[in-house]
């Protein structure tokens, strides 16, 4: 099978989500102009670059995060992870302006150290962002559409001190969910390792 534009009726429900997968969940924290927390789950998201560190989010439609996150120069990522499953998904709810998302889902607010947005302090690891550049997005044909590409640096670290071992973050231990396509997730359960080849 392949289309372009036509989805054949074999394919109900677009199938790009389920064959982008998995992917990692962007649960970004933001803050409105009256200084209130936000916080949204987005699965278009995910690092771009090291050295320094940069992480991507995309949203569609000017949601509160993207606006946020462009006219406070900052936004905060915290991992989403099987634990906190329930919460993740009770924050994507289209909650008006003003709404702090950390309180209905019952979350403590993590104190940042060099921005002023919170994160999930819950979380096994959690990343402070200055805001590089918010870009609307165009179609082929140069025509501008409502979904918008945010970029950020990571300006501080944050890791709970459990999920540190050998050195190294835990990964497996902090069992990361993803999403997948339709209403399916994914979770972390199993790592294995494979080097490069030498030259």
């Not at 389920?18 to 009256?34: E, K």
């Not at 947005?117 to 409502?146: I, K, M, N, W, Y």
Request: net charge negative.
């Amino acid at each position: 099978m392949n289309y372009g534009d036509d989805r054949p009726n074999a394919l109900p429900h677009s199938p790009f989500k389920a064959i982008i997968a998995p992917r990692p969940i962007g649960w970004i924290g933001t803050l409105d102009p009256g200084g209130k927390a936000n916080l949204a789950p987005y699965s278009f998201f995910n690092a771009i670059g090291s050295n320094p560190d940069m992480v991507m989010f995309s949203s569609e439609g000017a949601k509160h995060s993207s606006t946020y996150a462009r006219e406070r120069g900052e936004f905060t990522f915290s991992l989403s992870t099987e634990d906190l499953a329930k919460q993740m998904n009770i924050s994507s709810g289209d909650e008006p302006s003003g709404v702090n998302e950390f309180e209905i889902a019952g979350l403590e607010c993590g104190t940042p150290v060099v921005i002023q947005t919170p994160f999930v302090a819950a979380s096994p690891a959690a990343l402070e962002c200055v805001t590089l550049e918010v870009r609307q997005l165009s179609d082929r044909h140069g025509t501008l559409l409502d979904r918008y590409l945010v970029i950020g640096e990571v300006v501080q670290t944050h890791i709970r001190d459990e999920y540190i071992k050998d050195g190294r973050f835990d990964t497996e231990a902090a069992r990361p969910i993803a999403r997948m396509g339709y209403h399916d997730y994914s979770t972390v359960t199993e790592a294995w390792e494979m080097r490069r080849p030498k030259r």
